[in-house]
């Protein structure tokens, strides 16, 4: 790893998954939402871009697919980007574009109705769950042609899937509306329609995305409840959980990161929570403490160096990552944009010191991690799309490089993997 030993960033709770240099290369791979199982959202291997800099991005190349990219958030691995469109195909793009300022896909792949989860790729399979109730398999490296079919597809019966797959230790886990976790064998069943080896039961429906660490995936349900289950299953069909956290109210689209033995987790009754990743020894766990935010929570938390970022309705906020030695905790800053406001779903990714996260207002903010020496900040640079203000996917930012989906309301096909740049 560049400039930090794996022993630090095992301390640091970072898993190495996805930032392995690839032969030949320095070129790093983010994997999934999130970068990684822990979904921590920081990636400690980007050097490129810096808080010097960062002003000098500018837009170097669209990918273009048929309809708006809503909540879904590119993977990068062994230099091909994948994401998701709400036409219902998954797309895949060469990391660096085709020498043009807009490129076509390199192939796609249909699923049966609208996409907004997000891709995760393993060992060669790129895996994405779809509106149609379906989670999709198909060949990262194509099939040789523009449209591409599945290697299987595995059920969730009457649950669309909202939730983005996340791949560890040998299964796929993703979430449903119906209420339930599914776990399946991530090397397929050898047949084209594959059932899961095992579920977990929630209270809710699941918008929420699975997070891995240390043998337990933990997921939100909008019950308003953390689930944390046994990450080999129970031995059973159907699993219960081996404890729940209970927050003030429903947990939508916010998905909870782990590090140093502590799940975050945001809720829609304000509050970003912190509970012991190990549970509390009962069934049902209060919370370590909790950061009031100002607003409804559908963004996930991002961790990196003893921070917790968030965002809530149209305001973004940092957290010290301890704690603040009390049951609710402030925050040590938050920040808007400038201009007119809309709400932050985006889900914020750290980098080299800076955290970047999308806003409704057709935009990726880039802020300093580190804030700006007062309560209240401002961004140090805004990144525009065009044309279209829905910005709830979230950003990837490897190798000198942001990449995050949205549209061009203006220009036919509408949908539009914006990529970012330092201007030579």
Not at 151 to 174: E, H, M, Q, R
Not at 175 to 197: D, H, I, R
Request: charged share 10%; with cysteine; proline share 4%.
């Amino acid at each position: 790893m560049r400039g930090l030993s794996l022993l630090l960033l095992a301390v640091l709770g970072i898993s190495t998954l996805g930032f392995a240099q690839t032969a030949g290369s320095a070129a790093m791979n983010w994997p999934m939402l999130k970068g990684q199982p822990s979904r921590v959202g920081s990636n400690p291997s980007e050097t490129i871009i810096s808080k010097d800099n960062a002003k000098g991005l500018s837009l170097s190349w669209v990918g273009t697919m048929g309809d708006l990219v809503d909540f879904s958030s590119p993977a990068i691995v062994n230099g091909v980007v994948y994401i998701g469109s709400f036409d219902g195909k998954l797309y895949a793009f060469d990391a660096n574009g085709c020498g043009q300022s807009t490129c076509s896909a390199l192939w796609s792949g249909a699923t049966g109705n609208d996409i907004t989860s997000s891709p995760a790729v393993a060992s060669g399979v790129v895996y994405i769950g779809s509106a149609d109730h379906n989670l999709y398999a198909f060949p990262a490296n194509g099939c040789g042609q523009s449209e591409c079919s599945p290697l299987w597809v595995g059920p969730t019966g009457k649950g669309v899937i909202d939730s983005s797959p996340v791949v560890a230790g040998g299964f796929v886990y993703v979430g449903s509306f119906n209420g339930k976790l599914y776990a399946f064998s991530a090397s397929g069943c050898g047949q084209a329609t594959c059932e899961a080896l095992w579920t977990g039961t929630t209270g809710g429906a699941i918008e929420s995305s699975p997070a891995v660490s240390n043998g337990t995936v933990y997921v939100g349900s909008n019950d308003g409840r953390l689930y944390a289950f046994s990450a080999q299953g129970c031995g059973k069909t159907n699993c219960q959980p081996v404890w729940a956290g209970q927050t003030g109210g429903a947990i939508f689209e916010s998905t909870p990161a782990v590090a140093n033995g502590v799940v975050y987790i945001g809720s829609s009754d304000t509050n970003l929570y912190a509970f012991n990743a190990n549970g509390c020894g009962s069934r049902v766990c209060s919370p370590m403490w909790a950061g009031k935010t100002g607003g409804f929570i559908e963004s996930s938390p991002a961790v990196a160096n003893g921070v917790v970022y968030i965002g809530a309705d149209d305001l973004f906020y940092a957290f010290n990552a301890a704690g603040c030695g009390s049951l609710r905790c402030s925050p040590i800053w938050h920040a808007e944009a400038v201009g007119a406001q809309a709400a932050i779903v985006s889900s914020p990714t750290v980098a080299n010191g800076l955290v970047y996260v999308g806003e409704n207002n057709g935009m990726v903010l880039v802020f300093d991690a580190d804030g700006c020496g007062m309560s209240f900040c401002h961004p140090l640079t805004q990144l525009l799309t065009e044309n279209e203000q829905i910005v709830s996917s979230s950003p990837a930012v490897v190798n000198g490089t942001v990449y995050f989906g949205s549209a061009n309301q203006d220009e036919a096909p509408i949908g539009r993997l914006y990529v970012f740049k330092l201007a030579q």
